[in-house]
């Protein structure tokens, strides 16, 4: 599905600034896989998404694809088949557009021959539906503006955009995290209901622990830009939050320094 080969990079090489920020990781998703990652601040972990999405190009290594080497595709080009929410609600979504020309922005992305203009009855009632999944009663508000809605209500329709044509990877940077607490619980239920729904093969970076643990199939470490730890299966299951505490700091020497980390 995603596999990444011993991929590094280094932010302003040759300077006194020199940053390692991946070093030789590499990692092999399966179709369907659900990953939660966590680290320290600085881990790498928003580095490795930034590579994936083709922000930047790795300096070594190879990123895969469905099959398709896409390390050196560009990122607009990427973009198509991967989905990707950020901590901030304001981005993804244009504030100054209504949520049905936001919601219509997506097909555009998709098919560069299609107009904003004349969005048809038909795609209207597909919007409408797709918006009461989200159960934030935004399906009676086509024409409001984006910039009028709530931090959740925008992630939940940022969300919707990302996945309203089905991508072949999802990327959720702490997505939550700027939410408050009931909110948060919200969006990451629906993040569930709609992974689950289109079998969306999804990697979510977390402050939260105990989510890590519980959320998807699989649990990652990151660490100076590595991996060092990966859980799954039976393992994973039994793991508890200070176990994974313990663990982290058995493998990187140090303790998990977050200033943002939450344990239950
Ligand atoms: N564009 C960039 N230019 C220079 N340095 C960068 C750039 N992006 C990231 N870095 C550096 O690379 C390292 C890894 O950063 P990254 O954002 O991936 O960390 P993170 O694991 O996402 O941390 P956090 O939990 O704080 O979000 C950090 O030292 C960061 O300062
Ligand atoms: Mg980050």
């Not at 009028?148 to 939940?156: H, N, T």
């Not at 990302?162 to 607490?181: F, Q, R, S, V």
């Not at 909110?183 to 977390?206: N, R, W």
Request: cysteine-free; glycine content about 8%.
């Amino acid at each position: 599905m995603l596999k990444l080969q011993n991929i590094s990079k280094t932010f302003n090489k040759g300077t006194a600034s020199a940053k390692q920020a991946l070093n030789n990781l590499s990692l092999q998703l399966n179709s369907g896989d659900f990953v939660s990652i966590i680290g320290s601040n600085g881990a790498g972990k928003s580095t490795v998404f930034n590579a994936i999405g083709g922000s930047f190009l790795v300096d070594s290594g190879h990123i895969w694809l469905d099959n398709e080497d896409i390390t050196f595709l560009s990122e607009h080009k990427r973009a198509r088949q991967i989905g990707r929410l950020f901590q901030d609600p304001l981005r993804g979504t244009a504030p100054n557009m209504t949520i049905e020309e936001n919601l219509a922005l997506v097909y555009l992305r998709a098919n560069k021959h299609r107009s904003l203009f004349g969005i048809t009855n038909k795609e209207r009632d597909f919007f409408r539906t797709k918006l009461a999944e989200l159960n934030l009663g935004l399906e009676d508000r086509l024409k409001s503006k984006v910039g009028l809605l709530s931090g959740g209500q925008r992630q939940a329709l940022t969300l919707l955009m990302a996945t309203m044509i089905t991508p072949k990877l999802l990327l959720l940077d702490e997505h939550t995290a700027a939410l408050d607490p009931a909110t948060a619980d919200k969006v990451l239920s629906l993040t569930e209901k709609i992974v689950a729904a289109g079998h969306i093969t999804t990697m979510m970076i977390t402050h939260n622990i105990a989510s890590a643990l519980k959320l998807g199939n699989r649990t990652i470490m990151m660490n100076n830009g590595q991996i060092i730890l990966d859980i799954s299966g039976e393992e994973r299951a039994k793991m508890t939050v200070p176990q994974l505490l313990a663990l982290f700091k058995e493998k990187s020497q140090a303790a998990l320094d977050d200033d943002r980390i939450l344990l239950v």
